[in-house]
């Protein structure tokens, strides 16, 4: 995770981050202007445009929600992807 500022809220475990946020491992690259997380909740979420990018897609969506309690994603407002042959769930 990389972003020009953050703040993590010591007596909740949530974070805001913002500013050129990169979030990458070794499948998935997550490029947004703010990100938050709650922690009791154990959601990510975006309220403003993203762009997912991995080595078969790219995904680009008005906002973002992902739930790590259940791996699910949800993403709203002019949802566009681009897919090769080559991807796989």
Known sequence: LTANQGILKTDSNDMEIYGNVVVKNKDYKLRCENLSYKHDKRIIFSKVPVNITGNSFELVADSMLLN??????????RV???????FTL
């Open 68 to 77: 790590l309690n259940d791996n699910s994603a949800l993403f709203e407002g």
């Open 80 to 86: 566009k992807g681009i897919f090769s042959e080559q």
